[in-house]
């Protein structure tokens, strides 16, 4: 999917695809937060999975993966919304790189 941020960039092709990694990578991030803490809310059962640490590494483990699989199916749009300030921002940090000194100072 092509924003409308990313159609009217100044950016190459290959750092519009590196922003959008960062901002999927980001929403990754975001995703499995989001899940270890719902995990994390729910009670366990020694029954169940057996309790302790054992319990703990595989309810992480899952949450990542369950955080995967949601971001590779699309995610939750948090990367279409994050892209447009990237490239803004991207773009703002090499126009200030690019433009004259200010003042008496020229090159």
């Known amino acids: 999917m092509v924003s ?12 519009l695809g590196q922003l959008r990694r960062h901002a999927e990578d980001l929403e990754g991030v975001f995703l499995n937060t989001l899940i270890k803490e719902m995990f994390a809310s729910l009670e366990t059962s020694p029954d169940a999975m057996g309790g302790g640490f054992g319990e703990e590494t595989w309810r992480s483990l899952q949450a ?3 955080a995967d699989s949601v971001a590779r199916a699309g995610g939750i749009g948090l990367a279409d919304a994050l892209l447009p300030d990237l490239i803004a921002a991207q773009e703002s940090a090499q126009f200030a790189a690019n433009a004259a000194p200010a003042g008496a100072y020229r090159r």
């Open 64 to 66: 990542e993966q369950l």
């Open 4 to 15: 409308s941020a990313a159609a009217s960039s100044t950016l190459s092709t290959a750092q």
